[in-house]
């Protein structure tokens, strides 16, 4: 178990809407056609993201002053990394596919993929794709000030290809795509057969990339389990004083075929956001659970 104490659900308290500067700019990106999905010119779009706001709000930007909860998530990702680049304690397939999500919701698993995602691309030997995976309630691009459009949906019913949906940003290093074009059949979608090619796809077009997938509460559907099939690393969020023992046990026992589970107790103090923990318990492993202690 991995204990940290940083705001649950922050990301429902940043406010919705594109900042300044966030209009979409159309730019010209060289990538290999996709062999499984629709083909078209191949584009790409730009967004700026407001660092300063997003850093107001407690999240990992490049160029800010150095917090505690900067220093959390360079010890939450280092293992994660690790294995991602096989550079880990044992060889993890699909190591570089790393899915977040919780039990419930309100857990803070979108915060969490996130910074994550932010944190991530602040290295300088690897790039991070960050997926809004929760197609029914997604909130990847409202946590950062974006306005919606097309994204992974719409690339699994083939209305877009993928170098179309993808966003840049304003951080070198870090792509976004969208959960796209919600329906009634969304949920459905997620656990298709073309959702598989899909991940497939992204593996061999993007494989020096590692993706982290924002996905939707285990409990609640069973696309986040048959996602999480596909997935090399999976950290679970569970929110101190909220999440049940036995939702825990429950979630845990649905992603039990993972190689690498991790658990991310995360705990707010009161309402302010201003006092963070600095110690971790960490709790994932290969084929058997393995503990030990880090601090920030």
Do not use: W
């Not at 077009?205 to 999976?234: C, K, N, W």
């Amino acid at each position: 178990m991995m204990h940290s104490e940083f705001p649950a659900d922050m990301h429902s308290d940043v406010q919705s809407g594109a900042p300044a500067g966030s209009e979409f700019a159309m730019a010209t990106a060289s990538v290999h056609s996709p062999t499984t999905f629709r083909s078209s010119p191949t584009t790409s779009r730009r967004v700026e993201l407001d660092l300063e706001r997003l850093a107001a709000a407690h999240f990992v930007t490049p160029g800010s002053p150095r917090t505690r909860i900067a220093d959390q998530y360079r010890v939450i990702k280092r293992p994660l990394i690790a294995n991602a680049l096989g550079k880990g304690a044992a060889p993890v397939a699909h190591g570089n596919r790393i899915m977040v999500t919780s039990a419930l919701p309100g857990e803070g698993k979108t915060f969490t993929a996130v910074n994550l995602a932010l944190s991530i691309a602040a290295e300088l030997d690897t790039t991070v794709m960050l997926v809004d995976a929760d197609v029914g309630r997604p909130s990847v691009l409202k946590t950062l000030g974006l306005a919606p459009g097309p994204g992974l949906l719409d690339v699994l019913e083939g209305r877009a290809t993928m170098p179309e949906v993808l966003l840049r940003t304003n951080i070198d290093k870090l792509t976004l795509l969208s959960a796209g074009t919600l329906h009634d059949r969304a949920t459905e979608v997620l656990a298709s057969d073309g959702m598989h090619a899909l991940l497939q796809e992204v593996a061999q077009r993007y494989d020096d990339r590692i993706i982290v997938f924002d996905s939707p509460p285990l409990l609640l559907t069973t696309e986040a389990r048959a996602l999480a099939s596909h997935m090399g690393q999976i950290i679970m969020v569970v929110r101190a004083g909220r999440t049940s023992q036995s939702d825990v046990q429950a979630a845990l026992a649905t992603i039990e075929f993972c190689p690498v589970k991790l658990l991310l107790l995360n705990q707010a103090r009161g309402n302010k956001f201003d006092t963070y923990a600095s110690e971790y318990k960490y709790g994932y492993g290969y084929e058997q659970e393995q503990q030990g202690e880090q601090a920030s």
